[in-house]
T-cell receptor
Framework: DADVTQTPRNRITKTGKRIMLECSQT?????MYWYRQDPGLGLRLIYY???????NKGEISDGYSVSRQAQAKFSLSLESAIPNQTALYFC???????????FGPGTRLTVL | AQSVTQPDIHITVSEGASLELRCNYS??????LFWYVQSPGQGLQLLLK??????LVQGIKGFEAEFKRSQSSFNLRKPSVHWSDAAEYFC???????????FGPGTSLSVIP
């Protein structure tokens, strides 16, 4: 089984809909992250969490919210989706000591 | 503000040729440095990292990188490229263990037979 899983893998939705992307990990890591990837822009950090009670905004948090339900689960919500949120979304985890980030397979979101 | 630049958006090399991907960072002290690879349709995977010590680090898949403090660079190299190396490569920087990683914009590598 994969260490970091994301659901759904693909989603097409309409403008104004609320969307939740879910991430689960079996690495036992405290740190979790949500990124979006757009062509030519690399990875941009949306939100990150260093433990269950710690949530921090990244560089592009507007229009997004997150919930850290447990050490292993970190969800990203789009309260009212808009077309420019069409992107590839990645969840990642890491630990404090080794700092290597482990990425999920990604969720391709299309907002029409 | 801390930043990471990868000057080459796209590079094409012939199979068997050598490869060097450039990465520069702007930060006063020596940060933690990483290279990740993203194969088509997949998430990112760590190739190698530098925290301290020997400035030439070896990674997976035959890659190596050299940290040069004077140039604020951490360039990735491979002596002989294979077709399976075609992917997107990201340099990343971490200021301290208490900070978040900053990724560069990526370099897309194409390999021609």
């Amino acid at each position: 089984d994969a260490d970091v899983t994301q659901t759904p893998r693909n989603r097409i939705t309409k403008t104004g809909k609320r969307i939740m992307l879910e991430c689960s990990q079996t690495k036992g890591h405290d740190r979790m992250y949500w990124y979006r990837q757009d062509p030519g822009l690399g990875l941009r950090l949306i939100y990150y969490s260093f433990d269950v009670k710690d949530i921090n905004k990244g560089e592009i948090s507007d229009g997004y919210s997150v919930s850290r339900q447990a050490q292993a689960k970190f969800s990203l919500s789009l309260e009212s989706a808009i077309p420019n949120q069409t992107a590839l979304y990645f969840c990642a985890t890491s630990d404090f000591i080794f700092q290597e980030q482990f990425f999920g397979p990604g969720t391709r979101l299309t907002v029409l | 503000a801390q930043s990471v630049t990868q000057p080459d958006i796209h590079i094409t090399v012939s199979e068997g040729a050598s490869l060097e991907l450039r990465c520069n960072y702007s930060y006063g002290a020596t940060p933690y440095l990483f290279w990740y690879v993203q194969s088509p349709g997949q998430g990112l995977q760590l190739l190698l990292k530098y925290f301290s010590g020997d400035t030439l680090v070896q990674g997976i898949k035959g890659f190596e990188a050299e940290f040069k403090r004077s140039q604020s660079s951490f360039n990735l190299r491979k002596p002989s490229v294979h077709w399976s190396d075609a992917a997107e490569y990201f340099c990343a920087v971490l200021k301290t263990s208490y900070d978040k990683v900053i990724f560069g914009p990526g370099t897309s590598l194409s390999v021609i037979p």
